[in-house]
């Protein structure tokens, strides 16, 4: 898949990215990079800005980054046209932290420490996210893998995304299991995403829309354990809950990543795999705050069970952080959603809340007219979601509350959804 890239991303790429062989300038690490993004917002300048060979100056100034380097990165042209051929040669693409594509659950859960470049192999709609996170030891014991393909399976069923992280045992078996069950899943890759973005298996669901593979790093980057924990804080970012199958206590990056994430501020929701033959470190992430994973018998109620359960774990959306990472300037104010609809597909966009409502209700609030409009006849909810541009698991939550307030009907084979008396 090719992508067009803008002058933001081109001159982003130009500053943190790596570029073929040659390494006589360093590229920006992400926080020099959060530097020069201040003093862009500062000046009301944009990345595309320092096009202008003035301009750089002035950053570099400004910033506090040599001047030398800045010159130097934004002088590889050449590398850069090549390397970028390469990548779309291979179907991979690119996003940068200045992209409307680039996913806003990174923005909203990391702030600044969102990467500013995103790698991907795959169908681009998928970005939204959402889902559950499933990850845990490579080493995953036999009751262990049991487990996690249960609850792979279970998502599936409950059109449910899996997200994880590509690694050798339990995210691989999440991964396969949701991708051989029919179901959609989100790798996020700590190495090598063009190696394993060509591997038989990949090609096949990536063809069929069922796999979207990101990594923040190069396409060609090698594994460590620096990239493996920037990774894992990617995969919550990217997932309604996480899910920690076996952790070794205090040691190994499941259980880095997972205490990483509860000791957020705005963390989501993260449970862990119960029982009495269970890792230690799972028993200790519960004292950090992660809930046991429910037992889920009807899987049509799994996205009712996991937000009862998760419900305890207080949820804030991020409003205002240190850096606005889309280069626009915002009221401080406190932020709604609001439902916009723009040649027939679902746009969400923030502004000034002038309801007590919470955010999840305001939303729904705001965007039950529009699914009224769409089910005049009936529509089966994959072609709803198309048609809205929103991803199932969400457009199912809408759903069963439109239901259950006896606004619109559901039928049977196939489910089928009409307003109420038609």
Request: include cysteine; charged fraction near 25%.
């Amino acid at each position: 898949m090719k992508n067009y890239l803008t002058d933001d991303t081109k001159v982003i790429l130009l500053l943190c990215g790596v570029l073929g062989k040659d390494k006589t300038v360093k590229p920006l690490a992400l926080n020099d990079y959060n530097k020069l993004v201040r003093w862009l917002r500062e000046n009301e300048f944009r990345p595309a800005d320092l096009l202008d060979p003035s301009n750089v100056i002035a950053a570099a100034i400004g910033s506090g980054l040599e001047q030398g380097r800045l010159q130097g990165l934004m002088a590889r042209g050449v590398q850069l046209g090549f390397t970028i051929e390469e990548w779309q040669r291979n179907g991979v693409w690119l996003l940068s932290r200045g992209d409307r594509a680039y996913p806003r659950r990174l923005k909203k859960h990391l702030s600044d420490k969102s990467p500013a470049l995103l790698f991907g192999v795959g169908e681009q709609s998928l970005l939204r996210g959402g889902g559950v996170g499933i990850v845990g030891s490579r080493d995953v014991d036999e009751a262990g893998r049991k487990f996690t393909q249960q609850v792979a399976e279970q998502c599936v069923r409950s059109d449910i995304p899996v997200v994880s992280g590509g690694a050798r045992g339990v995210d691989q078996i999440s991964m396969n299991t949701a991708l051989d069950a029919g179901g959609v899943t989100i790798g996020v890759l700590a190495e090598n995403l063009l190696k394993k973005s060509l591997e038989r298996n990949a090609r096949k669901a990536i063809a069929d829309g069922q796999l979207l593979l990101i990594s923040p790093y190069h396409p060609s980057a090698r594994f460590s354990v620096g990239t493996a924990m920037g990774r894992n804080k990617l995969i919550y970012a990217m997932a309604d809950y996480g899910l920690v199958v076996s952790a070794d206590y205090e040691k190994g990056g499941t259980w880095a990543g997972a205490k990483e994430e509860l000791k957020r501020k705005h963390h989501i929701p993260v449970f862990v795999r119960g029982g009495s033959d269970v890792p230690l470190g799972n028993t200790k992430l519960m004292d950090l705050g992660a809930e046991v994973w429910p037992k889920i018998i009807d899987t049509n109620k799994m996205c009712q069970i996991l937000e009862k359960v998760g419900s305890s774990i207080k949820k804030e959306v991020r409003q205002s952080g240190e850096l606005n990472l889309l280069y626009e300037f915002k009221d401080k104010s406190s932020l709604a959603l609001e439902i916009a609809e723009d040649s027939s597909v679902l746009v969400i966009k923030e502004v000034v809340s002038s309801t007590n409502f919470s955010p999840a209700e305001e939303l729904y609030q705001v965007v039950l007219p529009i699914l009224l409009k769409h089910l005049g006849t009936p529509i089966i909810p994959d072609e709803l979601a198309k048609i809205l541009d929103v991803s199932k698991t969400q457009l199912n939550r809408w759903l069963k509350r439109a239901v259950e307030s006896e606004k619109i009907s559901k039928m049977n084979k196939p489910v089928r959804y009409c307003i109420v008396g038609k």
